[in-house]
């Protein structure tokens, strides 16, 4: 996946020391870096970018990391909903974004929150429940 426009990297789905496991179009793999490597959380990938809701999110926000979800108020789940992402937490669970999810992305008009709330940076197959525009809109 692109994390900048004509720049390739690996998904990362864990990190210890120098070994990195990364995501194969089928399961994971370990590797090991032979030196210091930029590593880009998806903390610092979602910073300023134009995010979006993946098909591994399951439609819920949380009053808070790791809590009871509810159904967002979408009024029609779309492929790549838009979302503002606000901040992140690491808790017990793992992963967490606070999201506002909006109206519209980048269709020209101006956006408007239609709701908000955590969702865990992981879904389905550990696949990211939030991405981003590695090119804009």
């Known amino acids: 996946m692109e994390y900048a426009y004509e720049e390739p990297g690996a998904v990362v789905l864990e990190r210890r020391g120098n070994w990195f496991r990364v995501r194969l179009s089928s399961g994971s793999a370990w590797l090991e870096s032979s030196g210091p490597q930029e590593f880009y959380g998806l903390e610092r990938l979602f910073e300023g970018s134009l995010t979006y809701l993946t098909r591994a999110w399951d439609g ?6 790791g809590s ?12 790549d909903q838009p ?24 269709e020209g008009e101006e956006p408007t929150v239609i709701d908000h709330g955590w969702v865990p940076a992981y879904g389905t197959a550990e696949e990211t429940t939030i991405w981003f525009y590695s090119r804009g809109c």
């Open 60 to 65: 819920k926000v949380a009053a808070a990391p």
């Open 83 to 106: 979302v503002r992402v606000r901040r992140a937490t690491l808790d017990k669970d793992g992963l967490w974004f606070l999201v506002d999810i909006m109206s519209s992305g980048c």
């Open 68 to 79: 009871a979800a509810r159904l967002a108020k979408v009024p029609t789940l779309a492929p």
